[in-house]
């Protein structure tokens, strides 16, 4: 069955112009079930039936997979099977009755006005790295974009003048405006620090290590990960809570859904309304802390 993962990820990567962490994650879930599938004496997708694929989804279970994982896993199922059905012609999906178990929906964790804004001042000094950070860290939670898109942008898809940035994720284009503060911090990465971190060799990435080389994840992890240490902030931080801080920021300050749903790049609104939904708890929690006769 290796043959077949390896066609579905190649037809996503080529014909569908998935993202790289979303190929990632479909052959992930798709190893795990070829396991399985071997240590049940299957080796091809046309072995595999309604009645096997509803075993694997109760392994999973039974071995305490959370239910998030388990969603994801079917979804990934799902994806292969009616790619195999495509191509070689099968009348019946054996993944098409697979049911995903009921996710309750979590509040994301976000930072607080102040939170940001004491993280967004850490970055001190002026060496090529801190202008970097700084700069980083501004565009960040000025636009809301993933951190995958943050580290792909190059030099074209910002436009200083206007005040906006182009950048590509799910398979969509969006133009992002972003404000005055980072505005400055980028123009002062652009003049100060730039060129020093890139040094004698060619680069079209905005953001660079200091080889001279396009930023990684992981390296932007630690950056951002260590100014929320200097920053005293307790929670577990990552680059998408400054992506869901950006957006409940902009709704508990009046911005309309559709707007967040466009600039985050959400496909589906009902995945921008639970920064809507944390508005309205936020609201009832202030309520039944201060109203006299709650």
Known sequence: MKCEIQEFI?????????????????????KKLEQYLTEEGIGTGEQVTSTVLNSYVLYMERRNFAASSISRSIASIRAFFQFLCQK??????PAEKLKAPKIEKKLPDILTIE????????????????IRD?????????????????ISLKINNIN????????????????????????????NYLVKSREQLLGEG????????????????????KVL??????AGIQQDITPHTLRHSFAAHLVQNGADLKSVQEMMGHSDISTTQIYMNMNIHKIRDVYMKAHPRK
């Not at 190649?10 to 798709?30: A, Q």
């Open 225 to 230: 990960k260590g100014y929320a240490a200097s």
């Open 10 to 30: 190649d037809y996503l990567h080529n014909t569908r112009g998935t993202s790289k962490n979303t190929e990632v994650s479909y052959e992930r879930d798709l």
């Open 88 to 93: 070689n012609g099968w009348k019946e999906n």
């Open 202 to 221: 060619k680069s079209d990435f905005l953001f660079l290590n200091c080889s001279g080389k396009s930023m990684s994840r992981q390296g932007f992890w």
């Open 134 to 150: 700084k700069a980083m860290l501004e565009l960040l939670y000025a636009t809301g974009i993933r951190v995958s898109e943050l």
């Open 160 to 187: 200083l003048r206007l005040g906006y940035l182009t950048c590509s994720g799910g398979g969509r284009e969006r133009v992002i405006p972003f404000g005055t503060t980072a505005r400055q911090a980028l123009e």
């Open 115 to 130: 939170e940001v804004d004491l993280l967004l001042r850490q970055p001190k000094g002026n060496t090529a790295k801190g």
